[in-house]
């Protein structure tokens, strides 16, 4: 029991740190990299078997790609602007160690939490990872300002709608073929936002137009893969269910 938990305080350990220790500098990154690396490597071993399907691992990989063009391509569009991230060479490999960890981490995580629910609450096992993961990548300060205006409905719409569709298909990549095409997905996506010098000045519609439709247009590719590659397993969980 006190096993299983470990995992869970570590991950509500690594929130805490992330948003309310005040860390700057450099150790803005270096203290969660290391709660994260540690989250990675404890779930890596408490997962009994980590997947490698090839299948899902290229579908994961081509979905990743389609989003990230159709969003550089909506520059051509709108324009694009400056990175906000630092491109020196130290703010790039601060950058890359931590989305790498925050990936591994959370990703890893995920697939322990859905692990652990998936034979019980098939449906919970999706659900409530995609939420609680969603959290990771917003400010618990943004989320205590928020109110009934036009600023919280663009918030809402052009940034926890695509941060929250994305996490609901990475929970769906981790049910269908383990954490490491969910981690591969996000880390496409992450990396190459931190990594590009300049991104697509886009509105803020079409940020959440694009950011809500793509992930969905990746759960329908995933799972016409599945229906295809695992007939069998489909009837069998219908008929379980």
């Known amino acids: 029991m006190i096993r299983s938990l470990i995992p869970l305080v570590l991950l509500v350990g690594t929130y805490a740190v992330t948003y309310f220790l005040g860390l700057s500098g450099v150790l803005f990154y270096a203290v969660p990299t290391i709660c994260y690396l540690a989250l990675f490597f404890i779930t890596l071993k408490l997962i009994d078997d980590v997947s490698l399907d090839k299948g899902v691992i290229m579908v994961a990989g081509a979905i990743s790609v389609l989003q990230l063009s159709v969003y550089m391509f909506t520059g051509v569009i709108w ?69 009934l205006d036009i600023g919280t409905m663009k918030w809402i719409a052009s940034i926890f709608l695509p941060l929250l569709t994305r996490s609901a298909l990475a929970s769906y990549m981790v049910f269908s073929g383990g954490p490491i095409p969910s981690a591969i997905y996000i880390g496409i996506l992450d990396i190459s936002k931190r990594t590009i010098p300049v991104l697509p000045n886009i509105e803020w519609f079409v940020s959440g137009a694009l950011g809500a439709f793509m992930p ?20 069998r969980r219908h008929k379980s269910g």
Do not use: C
């Open 79 to 147: 324009g694009f602007g400056d990175s906000p991230f630092d491109h020196s060479w130290p703010g790039l490999t601060l950058n890359l160690l931590y989305v790498t960890s925050q990936v591994l981490g959370l990703e890893f995580a995920r697939a322990y939490v859905i692990n652990s629910l998936k034979y019980r609450h098939e449906t919970l096992a999706i659900i409530l990872p995609s939420i609680v993961f969603t959290l990771f990548y917003v400010s618990p300060l943004k989320l205590a300002s928020l109110s």
């Open 216 to 235: 969905l247009l990746g759960y329908v590719m995933l799972a016409s893969y599945n229906i295809v590659s695992r007939p069998r397993l489909i009837v």
